[in-house]
């Protein structure tokens, strides 16, 4: 069955650090896609990056950028230049051929002025 | 950027209630999921609907039934509602195409409280 695990449950950074989140998954399809959403105090979900498992390369998004290895199936959510706006709930997720979208438990966030 | 709907935004209702959790959207995508999911907590996938008269249930056993008889609409409900049911219920909903890097809309979220 597929699964996404995030081991860390609370993060502390010092403002304008740069950031790893951990995500690894389990899937046996070889098809897949993974997704990072954040989820501030407001409660909104906002995409914030995706990689296929086809791609070569490590996907970026303005000051995200995605740390993908597959062999390890791991997807790590790398955040440069931390802001205090960053302060709030990371999701990793996985889409797979049956079109569920699943989520890990997630890892919150918080930025130290 | 898309449009997905949720109403209303907090409910609380008694023990017993049935109660519908409404979910629209104008983007015409088939892909619609409903998420439970508790404070501070991961999101649980409970339904999911691939288009017309499609439902698919979730991998959280979930007492909540869905329909999806239009396009734009994903309705959930729950016939008699408990306190267990107290949670925060996210629909979201996702182009079509079949390309495995369809993002998720997500919507604002109902809050439901049963007291």
């Known amino acids: 069955a597929q699964k996404i695990t995030q081991t860390q449950p609370g993060m502390f950074v010092q403002e304008k650090e740069a950031v790893t989140l951990d995500c690894t998954y389990d899937t046996s399809d070889p098809s897949y896609g993974l997704f990072w959403y954040k989820q501030p105090s407001s409660g909104e979900m906002i995409f914030l990056i995706y990689?296929?498992?086809?791609?070569?390369q490590n996907a970026t998004e303005g000051r995200y950028s995605l740390n993908f290895q597959k062999a390890r199936k791991s997807a790590n959510l790398v955040i440069s230049a931390s802001q205090l706006g960053d302060s709030a709930m990371y999701f990793c997720?996985?889409?797979?051929?049956?079109?569920?979208?699943?989520f890990g438990k997630g890892t919150r966030l918080h930025i130290l002025p | 950027e898309a449009d997905i709907y949720q109403t209303p935004r907090y409910l609380v209702i008694g023990t017993g209630k049935k109660i519908t959790l409404e979910c629209s959207q104008t983007m015409g995508h088939d892909k619609m999921y409903w998420y439970q999911q508790d404070p501070g907590m991961e999101l649980h996938l409970i339904h999911y609907?691939?288009?017309?008269?499609?439902?698919e249930k979730g991998d959280l056993s979930s007492e909540s039934t869905v329909s999806r008889i239009r396009t734009e609409h994903f309705p959930l409900t729950l016939e008699s509602a408990r306190p267990s049911h107290t949670s925060q219920y996210l629909c979201a909903s996702s182009e079509t195409g079949g390309r495995i890097n369809e993002k998720l809309f997500f919507g604002s979220g109902t809050q439901l409280s049963v007291l």
């Open positions: 609907s691939y288009g017309v008269n499609s439902t």
């Open positions: 997720a996985m889409r797979d051929l049956d079109d569920k979208i699943i």
């Open positions: 990689q296929g498992s086809y791609d070569q």
